[in-house]
């Protein structure tokens, strides 16, 4: 990848991002980061949309979610880390992008459907809620985004963004924004421990600071192959947490691989794998915690990291908004044209 990409991606902060936030899309931001231009949101404004009811929690997980990039290895000398709702210019391209965007097409966005689904809206979805594409194709064009690491569940907002920049472009009879393209992990997701789609408020995550009593009680916890009783059983490795993990964690793939024939084949018991699998995680876990510890140990340093970041992305997405106005929405000043 020799050309230089704007890249920009977010999180919505309601908790401590876990592993795979970071096999998903973490990993490959640490890697991106000085090759590229990389902004961070920490997504105040759409965590809101499903937390109206909790700002205050929605408040408190900000700087938890700055630590997470810190601790993780996002460098802010070469990564923007921005907060959302400091961003006025972002507010401003989404009411505009919501005069292009039918009720219908969003209630058809399969990654709306199925949160609507999960946080069980039924008919009294918030329509911040239903609007949040629209909200989160600002955040992307505002930085003119061409590269958004996401896990595979943001790809149709992806799509709406690109149609969102169709429709801009098309106004303004110009390219004014860029379309952008998605960056999935070449991991597949990664389960909760129980298997099911891991997430904040199940509780099934593991955090990217976990300690070792946390690592070690949730491997344990984790889900395998109920089919496989005895150790001499054969067992199934798809559908297998434990695997999952290691696919994701283990640098030795080839090690891996032959676990695995071993797992299918019978006489490789549950703890081995498990036992294997909690080194593995605290190797990977266990510099991600030091480094959260010392940089929560020093707030005033993590602030001044937001605050220096939101700055930056502040000038940068007024510009865009600005352009916006102007070139597809004739909304110049009153000046004389
Ligand atoms: N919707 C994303 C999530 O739930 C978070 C997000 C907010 C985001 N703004 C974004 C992702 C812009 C990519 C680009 O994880």
Known sequence: MSVVHRILTGDRPTGPLHLGHYAGSLRSRVALQGAHHQTLLIADLQALTDNAGRPAHVAANVL???????AVGIDPDRTTIALQSQLPALADLATLYMNLVTVARLERNPTVKAEIEQRGFARDIPAGFLCYPV?????????????VPVGDDQVPMIEQTNEIVRRVNRLANADVLPECEALLSSTPRLPGVDGRKASKSAGNAITLGATPEEITAAVHSMYTDPGHVRASDPGRVEGNVVFAYLDAFDPDTTAVTDLKARYRHGGLGDMVLKRRLIDVLEIHIAPTRARRAQFAGNLDYVRAVVERGTAIARAISDETANDVRRRAFSLDSIAAA
């Open 135 to 147: 909200s989160q194709a600002a955040d992307i064009t505002a930085f003119r985004a061409t590269l």
């Open 64 to 70: 938890e979610v700055a630590l997470d990039y810190l």
